[in-house]
């Protein structure tokens, strides 16, 4: 498989960061490649940076046409350009802001969303709003912390260990209600297929031992 990784800001070392990411969990024989535009800003913060990435998505779809690409991962979670990669290609395009939601909502049944800086939270409510996560986000927040102070944190002696980290993770326990809406085997159904669901811990390959677990009963 040939994978396509465009990064929408024009950081060559951030570009290079996300393809070792990716190829540390992409399948045996996966092919990744690594692109970021000619122009543009160095982060997207802002709707302004967010336009010029869109252009330079659109810029780097149009260069790889002809290089026979399985699929395409546009690696800003603001999904600029998504639309406008589709329509330049057969094979499928994915934003790793709505793969994120998808994934959050395959393990939990709600999820927040904690990005960099506050001025672009309301890009992200749109993306939840387009989307259709609204019923399962249950909040966003922003830690104004600039996107390439994230990219020097490993130079600042800021590495960050699983084993001395600290994961508060939600948990909830469904049950059926005494006069349910709708008929009682399909909600214990539901029962049974959530609690076979993988938890969040594994799927996400946290160390279970830094786990802080804060449980709600839910009735359905």
């Known amino acids: 498989m040939k994978l396509l990784l465009i990064n929408p800001n024009t950081s060559a070392p ?8 990716a190829r540390s969990v992409a399948a045996i024989g996966t092919q990744v490649v690594g692109r970021q535009p000619s122009f543009g800003p160095v982060s997207i ?34 999904d600029p350009g998504l639309d406008a990669a589709r329509e330049l290609t ?33 890009m992200a409510e749109r993306l939840v709003q387009r989307y259709g996560f609204e019923r399962s986000c249950r909040g966003i927040h922003g830690t104004d912390i600039p996107v390439l102070a994230l990219e020097g944190c490993g130079e600042k002696g800021l590495e960050l260990d699983l084993n001395k980290t600290s994961f508060f993770v939600s948990r909830e326990v469904v049950v059926p209600k005494m006069t349910p809406p709708m008929m009682l ?17 594994d799927f996400f390959q946290i160390p279970a031992n830094r786990v802080v677990e804060l449980g709600t009963l839910v009735e359905i």
């Open 14 to 21: 951030m570009t290079a960061g996300m393809v070792e990411s």
């Open 45 to 78: 913060e802002s709707h302004f940076d967010d336009a010029f990435g869109a252009a330079g998505v659109a810029e780097q779809m149009r260069l790889a046409q002809g290089e026979a690409f399985d699929a395409v991962v546009i690696a800003c979670f603001g």
């Open 90 to 122: 057969d094979a499928p395009v994915l934003g790793i802001a709505e793969a994120a939601f998808h994934a959050a909502s395959f393990v939990a049944t709600g999820f927040s969303v904690v990005t960099t800086m506050t001025r672009t939270c309301v």
């Open 185 to 201: 085997w399909r909600e214990l159904y539901f029962i049974w297929m959530l609690r076979n669901a993988q938890s969040a811990t």
